[in-house]
């Protein structure tokens, strides 16, 4: 099972501060979302009113189509999981993952396999766990969780290449024995793009794109070739990275090709692909561009 999530014209300020402003945004059930934005826009914010952390100033939060705010029967099935988790210091790692069986999905089993196929200490103190094993914990605890939402919210940081990796294999193989709605806010942004089906990208406060992945990377083009002939090929367009070895350069540019240049551009050689999401996002939130 999978939930559904709704937001109406969400505000939420702190103060005189709008964290969010103005957001509708819809979310099909049963997909993996990438929530992107840069610092302090608004990412952990959104996800802590869809756990019901905070309840927005104006608007309506709806998760399955029910209020989530003081919603124990909804609230119970979502899972917001940050970066080190919330747990108790005190307790041992076991006792740790034990505490999710709270949760009315959660599966203490799987929990402990993973534990033990990602080397974590059931014995010792969470207190006295590096930043990676205590990342590690909480990636454990919210995928055990199996919740019909579940957050990750740059739960990755402090892992290292290798445990990311299997961290975004063991999601994606759970999501797909078990589906549920999973949404991923990092800024590792190429690092995932491949598990992505949709992107939200939120900018100062509100809703700039809601797209599925294929229309975001389909706004540019990757152009990799010998020197002079990319060149000739992106003349006149918008670029948006380059990079150049020896006498071959690769350049990342805005706007979909026309067909004439895209035959242009092959009979020279050059090869062209999609946009990289990450440079297309740090094009879209550049603070030189009017933003949402």
Do not use: C
Request: hydrophobic content about 40%; aromatic content about 6%; glycine content about 10%.
């Amino acid at each position: 099972m999978s939930f559904s999530v709704s937001l109406r014209g969400v505000t939420l300020k702190y103060r005189a501060t709008e964290a969010l402003s103005d957001i509708d945004l819809d979310l099909e059930a049963g997909k993996i979302y990438g929530l992107l934005g840069r610092n302090g826009a608004g990412k952990t914010t959104l996800l802590s009113l869809l756990a019901a952390f905070r309840r927005p100033t104006a608007g309506e939060v709806r998760v399955d189509g029910r209020p989530v705010w003081e919603n124990a029967e909804v609230v119970s099935r979502v899972a917001l999981v940050r970066e080190g988790g919330d747990f108790d210091d005190s307790e041992n790692v076991r006792s740790a993952l034990e505490t999710g069986e709270l949760r009315p999905s959660f599966d203490l089993d799987y929990a402990l396999r993973l534990a033990d196929e990602f080397e974590l200490p059931l014995k010792t103190k969470v207190r006295e766990l590096s930043r990676g094993k205590r990342s590690v914990l909480a990636a454990v605890s919210g995928l055990a969780a199996r919740a019909e939402l579940t957050m990750f919210d740059e739960v990755h940081l402090g892992m290292d290449a290798p445990t990311r990796d299997r961290f975004y294999s063991e999601l994606l193989a759970d999501y797909m024995e078990r589906p549920r709605t999973v949404i991923l806010s990092t800024h590792l942004i190429d690092e995932v793009a491949n598990y992505l089906e949709e992107v939200v990208i939120v900018d100062r406060g509100r809703l700039l794109r809601h797209d599925p992945l294929e229309a975001l990377q389909g706004m540019g083009a990757a152009l990799t070739g010998p020197a002079e002939a990319v060149d000739d090929a992106v003349a006149g367009l918008e670029t948006l990275a380059e990079q150049r070895l020896g006498g071959t350069k690769s350049v990342t540019v805005a706007g979909a090709l026309d067909a004439g240049r895209r035959e242009r551009a092959a009979a020279a050689g050059v090869e062209i692909g999609p946009v990289g999401l990450q440079d297309l996002f740090i094009h879209l939130t550049d603070p030189e561009r009017t933003g949402a």
